[in-house]
């Protein structure tokens, strides 16, 4: 556990507040930001600027349906902004794993078969941090999935649910060197 992780973690707790905040409006862009992260992630690995635009259309198209749509009324307060926080939490997560996901694959020196996760050139000031952190251990397991298929280490049960997430969150085969 490192400051990154607490870093993190607060990600996820301030845009499940904001989602708590817009009640149900916070449920919508929440579960729909999840929901168009795929398509999206697959559009930035061709074209980075057209993905920033369709993420900012995508955002703002849920803002005013949840706005004008979701005009859900009679529903107490605190059952809007559970669901709303809820919303939050679950976009809240999708940008961490995608965040612990996205650093650069490093190769040892030694061998370059092997692959190093995250890389030991990252900033020495931020190195020990990444390298002690167990959320970018958890995003080391998500993005090499496939390539730890049926190893012992990990339990069924959690291997199906991190393969899941790869199939979600990776586009490609990052890990490839390009020919």
């Known amino acids: 556990m490192s400051i990154l992780d607490v870093v993190l973690v607060l990600t996820i707790a301030t845009v499940a507040a904001l989602g708590a905040q817009r009640r149900f409006t916070g449920l919508l862009v929440g579960v729909g930001g ?18 920033l635009v369709g993420a900012l259309l995508v955002g703002l198209g849920l803002a005013l349906l949840g706005r004008h749509v979701l005009q859900i009324s009679g529903v107490p307060g605190p059952v809007a902004a559970t669901a709303g926080g809820v919303g939050g939490a679950i976009l809240g997560i999708a940008v961490v794993l995608t965040l612990v996901t996205s650093l650069p694959i490093g190769r040892s020196a030694f061998n370059p078969n ?3 996760y995250p890389p030991d050139t990252l900033p020495a000031s931020v190195r020990p941090a990444v390298q002690r952190s167990a959320l970018v251990a958890v995003g080391r397991e998500v993005l090499f999935a496939p390539l730890l298929t049926g190893q012992a280490a990990l339990p069924r049960e959690r291997a199906v649910i991190i393969g899941a997430l790869h199939r979600w969150i ?10």
Do not use: K, Y
């Not at 990776?170 to 020919?179: C, H, I, K, N």
């Open 170 to 179: 990776v586009v490609g085969e990052p890990w490839r060197t390009p020919s």
């Open 34 to 51: 999840a929901i168009a992260l795929r398509p999206l992630l697959i559009l930035a690995d061709l074209n980075p600027w057209l993905a």
């Open 114 to 116: 092997e692959l190093v």
